[in-house]
Each structure stands twice: as structure tokens, then as C-alpha cells.
Nanobody, 124 residues
Framework: QVQLVESGGGLVQAGGSLRLSCAAS????????IGWFRQAPGKEREFVAA????????GYADSVKGRFTISRDNAKETVYLQMDSLKPEDTAVYYC?????????????????WGQGTQVTVSS
């Protein structure tokens, strides 16, 4: 298990950008594959994007493809989610999650550690 902390959320107008960060409490994040998920009020948690421990792209949700970019800096023990061209429907709490052995990057049950989430609100 690893403790994760998300940051970078906030309120932004439609068309704007935000960059979310996911950091570990200890210098262990580089061992894990990392996924970003989001959950809007009244909806299930859904996959957004994932990155392998070496930085390889593990896929994006169709709804964010071309607008969001996941990356990581293992030297800084941080994973990023750059979100551009934001839309009101991107409003949600965003979570990062970690997995040592990632067989299904888009499934929530593939991840053993989760952060507390950071709120992203996009106004129209």
C-alpha cells in the first residue's frame, strides 16, 4: 500500500486548463502503475487515464482523449494529469490510484491504493 495525495484541483471556466498532481507520502511512487479516475455527484467512479511505472501511456477514456495528458516524473515521485479544453461535464472529484501489477488499467478494482481526491469544477 502507498499513501497518495492529489492536488491542483479548483474552479475554472469552460475552455480553461488545470494540472493535477499525484504524489506519494514516501519515495515509492516510481514502483507503481498509476491511474486517474473521477466521480461526479450521483455517478459511478470512472476511468480517466493511466500510465505505467516507466511512463508508458496505458490509455485514456474516450471522453477526454485529445484534451487530457497523463505523465510522470519519477525523479520527483509525481504523476500529472494535464487537463485542457475543460468542459462543464468534466466537473468531478478526481482521484489517483496505484497498482503494482496492473492487468486492467480501466477497472477500479485493479488498484489497491487511492488518494482522497481533489475537486475540479468547470463553469459554463
Amino acid at each position: 500500500q502507498v499513501q497518495l495525495v492529489e492536488s491542483g484541483g479548483g474552479l475554472v471556466q469552460a475552455g480553461g486548463s488545470l494540472r493535477l498532481s499525484c504524489a506519494a507520502s514516501e519515495r515509492t511512487l516510481s514502483r507503481y502503475h498509476i491511474g486517474w479516475f473521477r466521480q461526479a455527484p450521483g455517478k459511478e467512479r470512472e476511468f480517466v487515464a493511466a500510465v505505467s511505472r516507466s511512463g508508458g501511456d496505458l490509455g485514456y477514456a474516450d471522453s477526454v482523449k485529445g484534451r487530457f495528458t497523463i505523465s510522470r516524473d519519477n525523479a520527483k515521485e509525481t504523476v500529472y494529469l494535464q487537463m485542457d479544453s475543460l468542459k462543464p461535464e468534466d466537473t468531478a472529484v478526481y482521484y489517483c490510484a496505484a497498482s503494482l501489477l496492473l492487468s486492467s488499467p480501466r477497472r477500479t478494482d485493479a488498484y489497491g491504493s487511492w488518494g482522497q481526491g481533489t475537486q475540479v469544477t468547470v463553469s459554463s
